[in-house]
């Protein structure tokens, strides 16, 4: 069975300072990989996807994220925090065309 | 275009009462999913249709829960009996897979329902 690990619950950033965000999975063979964005009341935004292809992604307002077999993560960063980040975030990763099972999230303020 | 809707965004019902909560997919997406966010679980898959083929349903956390897609299109979650712990947002995401294009695989998720038990 797949897992998603996201190691504590809440990051602090000031603003400008570097963003990043753990996870790791858990599976014997690489699955796909997506970073999710919830803001408040909302539904969940696709950040960006490891679908196989290149191990270096990147995705939407300026985050991206490195596959790395070896380690078994799928790190997320950002090279300088905007207080419109913060939001919670999830690490998620599912085997083909099937659901998705999701890390527990990670809060992420930023700090003016 | 349009993106997900689910409706209603808030319910509130009393204890033992039943609930449906509604589901319309992206036009054209033929896999549609159900999960639940709660405080204390997270975020759960629930159940799963795509296409023509029967559903995935283990993620259902109990025989209270049901979920049905009429036409390959709208889809509604039903609870019975419905209980405190069934307090939660439920989120629906639909996409549209094409064989070995996993790029084709992302989610898009509705803005949720948010079900409050009494």
């Known amino acids: 069975a797949q897992s998603v690990t996201q190691l504590g619950s809440h990051v602090s950033v000031s603003e400008g300072a570097l963003v990043l965000l753990r996870c790791n999975y858990s599976s014997s063979v690489p699955p796909y990989l997506f970073w999710y964005v919830q803001y408040p009341n909302q539904g969940l935004q696709l950040l960006l996807k490891?679908?196989?292809?290149?191990?270096l992604v990147k995705g939407i307002n300026g985050f991206e994220a490195e596959f790395k077999k070896s380690e078994t993560s799928f790190h997320l960063t950002k090279p300088s925090a905007h207080m419109s980040d913060a939001a919670e975030y999830f690490c998620?990763?599912?085997?083909?065309?099937?659901?998705?099972?999701f890390g527990k999230g990670i809060t992420l303020s930023v700090r003016p | 275009g349009a993106g997900v809707s689910q409706s209603p965004s808030n319910k509130v019902t009393e204890k033992g009462k039943d609930v449906e909560l509604r589901c319309d997919p992206i036009s054209g997406h033929t896999a549609l999913y159900w999960y639940r966010q709660s405080l204390g679980q997270g975020l759960e898959f629930l159940i799963y249709?795509?296409?023509?083929?029967?559903?995935?349903k283990s993620g259902l956390p109990s025989d209270r829960f049901s979920a049905e897609r009429t036409g390959g299109s709208v889809s509604t979650l039903t609870i019975q009996r419905t209980q405190q712990e069934d307090s939660a947002v439920y989120l629906c995401a639909s996409s549209s897979p094409r064989h070995r294009e996993p790029s084709s695989y992302e989610q898009y998720f509705g803005p949720g329902t948010r079900l409050t038990v009494t």
């Open positions: 490891y679908t196989s292809a290149a191990t």
């Open positions: 249709f795509q296409g023509n083929s029967a559903p995935d």
């Open positions: 998620a990763s599912s085997r083909a065309n099937s659901k998705l099972t």
